[in-house]
């Protein structure tokens, strides 16, 4: 253990924390331009009626290949780019690529699917964000219902008036809007009813448990009957098994997530995810049509 005196004080910290932190800084610098030298790709995982299991839309999620570090999880680095203050330009190209990868699916002749990011306390709360979404649709020429953007609870409690202006913003420009790890972080239930909240995701701590956990069951239940009361649809995270995926549909949850509907894939494997019907305005379909 190492410690540090000062006049009035002791320090002491750890090896862990020293190398945390040192590690902390390597990370910081490798971050600094990773966009522009494209080290960053989305990920597009599926999210599924939970009745049909058809395909309604996907959740976009960043993945950082750094030459130095390898892969890094967005749990590592989105804290450490929100401290370095790097969030502003992560999140500006991740809308860009949602647009832009929506384009190109919607000229494959895809349809009615949606694509949910994710938007950090940070960014939701910085005056350019509205703009940022608007002027990637636009660019893009993407319909506004295709955006879902995921917000966690916290993100909604700082600066309260602030938030439901910029909420009702994006309402008005007709993008939807989400709330993550719905149960875990600490909102109160008289503010969510005021936020236009479309859905609300069962975070996958709850998930993780079911069907045998009596008390993830409870959690999750509670939450299907607050979200559908609230006239708000929901959805489940995380879910990896077929127990799993039909105790919640039961349970009346609208949509599922996870490892057994399907995993995150870059662009060209998660196209697959769409049903084959809708090929067809590419002419995959009459081809296969020919042969038959
Ligand atoms: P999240 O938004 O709650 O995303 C769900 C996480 O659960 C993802 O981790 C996903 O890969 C993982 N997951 C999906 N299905 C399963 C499953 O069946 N089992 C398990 N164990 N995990 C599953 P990932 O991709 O590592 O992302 C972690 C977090 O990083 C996200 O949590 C989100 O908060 C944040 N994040 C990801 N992409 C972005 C982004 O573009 N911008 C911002 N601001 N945050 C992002
Ligand atoms: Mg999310
Ligand atoms: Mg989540
Ligand atoms: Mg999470």
Not at 46 to 55: F, G, I, V, Y
Not at 122 to 128: D, S
Request: aromatic share 8%.
């Amino acid at each position: 253990r190492a410690k540090r005196q000062g006049r009035d004080c002791i320090v002491e910290f750890s090896v862990e924390e020293m190398e945390d932190t040192e590690s902390r800084l390597t990370l910081g610098r490798s971050l600094r331009g990773a966009v522009q030298r494209g080290e960053m790709e989305l990920h597009y995982q599926p999210q599924r009626d939970a009745t049909s299991l058809a395909l309604t839309g996907f959740e976009a999620l960043i993945r950082w290949i750094s030459p130095e570090l390898g892969r890094v999880s967005p749990a590592r680095f989105i804290p450490i780019a929100e401290t370095l203050g790097m969030m502003p330009e992560i999140g500006e190209w991740v809308v860009g690529e949602v647009c832009r990868q929506a384009r190109e699916w919607l000229d494959q002749g895809h349809r009615d699917f949606e694509i949910a990011f994710n938007v950090s306390a940070q960014e939701l709360q910085r005056p350019g964000f509205v703009d940022q979404v608007r002027d990637a649709l636009s660019v893009h020429e993407v319909p506004a219902s295709t955006l879902n953007i995921e917000l966690t609870e916290s993100s909604l409690m700082e600066n309260v008036d602030r938030v439901r202006r910029t909420l009702a913003e994006l309402r008005a420009i007709g993008t939807r809007l989400s709330l993550d790890d719905f149960g875990t972080g600490y909102s109160s239930l008289a503010y969510l009813k005021q936020f236009p909240i479309d859905k609300l995701k069962i975070d996958q701590r709850f998930v993780r448990g079911l069907p045998y956990s009596d008390d993830d069951a409870a959690i999750a239940q509670t939450i299907v009957v607050l979200a559908h009361q609230l006239r708000m649809r929901v959805s489940a995270e995380g879910v990896e098994t077929g127990e799993q995926a039909e105790f919640l549909r039961k349970l009346g949850c609208d949509e599922l997530q996870g490892y057994y509907l399907g995993r995150p894939a870059a662009a060209p494997s998660a196209s697959a995810f769409f049903p084959a019907a809708q090929v067809t305005a590419t002419g995959d379909a009459s081809e296969s049509l020919q042969n038959a």
